[in-house]
């Protein structure tokens, strides 16, 4: 099994999509794993390797995934740790679209690293699925940001319990607090933009100002809200040449003193998750995979996120495409992204 995973884990780096191309791929560089004491008699046909992987169970897999991040890679203090789901697009069973799969990822925003996921069956099962998820990493110290779903008190409190501090964006999924935050920024709200905030790019002019204060200020008891310290308001004007105008308030609370320009930060590197989805679908094409029988497409997910994190800590100045075309074509180029992906999260 582990010479059919580690060969899998290849040609996932080298930009396989499927069992046939992680066959290929083995088969191309047969000499590179029959050197390093793998595939000694044969390689296994795509269905065989199909198999292998998907009987898997991906719950102590990805367990498995989990704590090796955490042994090579050390949060620091304060670290945003970003928390969000994402659908694979192709993985449902032809005769039933609802069977689609939802997996949950937690990633680290500054070093562009994924520290585990956990899989739910629908987006709706978001709030069941990230305590699971929260209970699986060691968050000692970490800041970790969740999209306005997940503002709950289990979540609030899982996270505290775990040693972490929460920064969770609040909408009208809860209307008490956010009505009680709306009022205390009032005053807030009714001050003019100044001009010095201002920012012109690409036929766009766009201000952003963050806000934050003390959980004392709240009219009401929201004590259930584990620990809960701050509440911060981002205020976001946009106009575009096209003359369209755009104000939009966004708030969050958090267990953690935060300050204007640290609350700002985190807020911004928790987008970081969205570019690694975005990597994910455009440049790893997840999204156009149609596998979906049995483990199979909960297993490949996490070998390509420990692909992406492995492609990302090689320091040649290439896209991740480059590096994986670079992987396809000579197994030297493997071997360092190999190499790196080990070495450099282990100095973290």
Request: glycine fraction near 6%; include cysteine; proline fraction near 1%.
């Amino acid at each position: 099994m582990f010479e059919v995973l580690f060969g899998s884990l290849c040609a996932v780096i080298a930009g396989a999509k499927g069992w046939f191309d992680i066959r290929e791929y083995i088969l191309g560089h047969h000499d590179w794993f029959k050197r390093n004491g793998m595939f000694i008699n044969d390689i296994p046909a795509d269905d065989t390797i199909a198999r292998i992987v998907s009987k898997i169970e991906p719950q102590p897999f990805h367990e498995c995934f989990i704590n090796w991040m955490s042994a090579v890679h050390a949060l620091t203090d304060g670290q945003v740790v970003a928390i969000d789901g994402k659908t694979l697009r192709g993985s449902y069973d032809r005769e039933d679209r609802a069977s689609t799969i939802h997996m949950i990822s937690a990633y680290a925003s500054a070093n562009k690293l994924v520290l585990g996921q956990f899989k739910t069956s629908q987006k709706s099962n978001e709030i069941i699925a990230i305590p699971e998820l929260i209970k699986l990493l060691d968050i000692k110290g970490a800041l970790v940001t969740i999209d306005a779903m997940a503002c709950q008190t289990k979540i609030a409190k899982t996270i505290v319990e775990q040693g972490g501090d929460y920064l969770l964006a609040v909408k009208q999924n809860q209307g008490t607090l956010r009505k009680a935050i709306e009022s205390a920024f009032s005053e807030q709200r009714g001050a003019k933009l100044q001009k010095t905030e201002f920012e012109k790019s690409h036929g766009r002019i766009e201000s952003r100002k963050c806000y934050v204060i003390d959980s004392k200020e709240l009219d009401g008891d929201f004590s259930r809200w584990k620990n809960i310290e701050k509440e911060i308001m981002v205020e976001s004007f946009r106009y575009d040449k096209d003359r369209s105008i755009e104000l939009e308030y966004r708030y969050y609370i958090s267990s953690k003193k935060l300050s204007a320009e640290q609350a700002a930060s985190a807020i911004r590197e928790h987008w970081g998750i969205e570019s690694m989805h975005w990597v994910l679908d455009v440049t790893i094409k997840e999204d156009e995979c149609q596998i979906y029988k049995d483990h199979g497409a909960k297993n490949l997910s996490c070998l390509r996120h420990i692909g992406l994190n492995m492609l990302r800590k090689e320091p040649t100045k290439l896209s991740i495409v480059g590096k994986q075309k670079r992987c396809m074509m000579n197994t030297t180029m493997l071997e360092a992204v190999l190499s790196a992906g080990l070495s450099a999260v282990s100095k973290n």
